[in-house]
Nanobody
Framework: QVHLAESGGGLVQAGGSLRLSCVAS????????MGWFRRAPGKEREFVAA????????SETDDVKGRFTISRDNAQNTMWLQMNSLKPEDTADYYC?????????????????????WGQGTQVTVSS
């Protein structure tokens, strides 16, 4: 199982930007499909964005389309979530997740049950 470490969270005003990072260790990063999820206070964990193992395919929830961008660099074992035009409703703990994927499977995964490795999370607070 791969170890994941998120960073980049913080407090930002509405309309501002943050860039979350997820660094992986202990596995072959290029073989992993990756995703971002979030859990707001009192709410269920929800899907935010996902990226295929080679970065060729991405997927985002409708709430963040046009505002958030997921990307990765397999040489750096790192995935990012660029978050622009942040809203108070984006306030949550953000988690990165990973799962091994066959080399022929350039796809994304939107269900948290599909992932078997999780980071500890990074907190994002957007003030109005």
């Amino acid at each position: 199982q791969v170890h994941l470490a998120e960073s980049g969270g913080g407090l930002v005003q509405a309309g501002g930007s943050l860039r979350l990072s997820c660094v992986a260790s202990g596995g072959t990063f290029g073989s992993l499909a990756m995703g971002w999820f979030r859990r707001a206070p009192g709410k269920e964990r929800e899907f935010v964005a996902a990226i295929s193992r080679n970065g060729g395919a991405t997927s985002e929830t409708d709430d963040v389309k046009g505002r958030f961008t997921i990307s990765r660099d397999n040489a750096q074992n790192t995935m990012w979530l660029q978050m622009n035009s942040l809203k108070p409703e984006d306030t949550a703990d953000y988690y990165c997740a990973a799962r091994p994927t066959p080399v022929f499977a350039s796809r994304t995964f939107r269900d948290f049950h599909d992932y078997d490795s999780w980071g500890q999370g990074t907190q994002v607070t957007v003030s109005s």
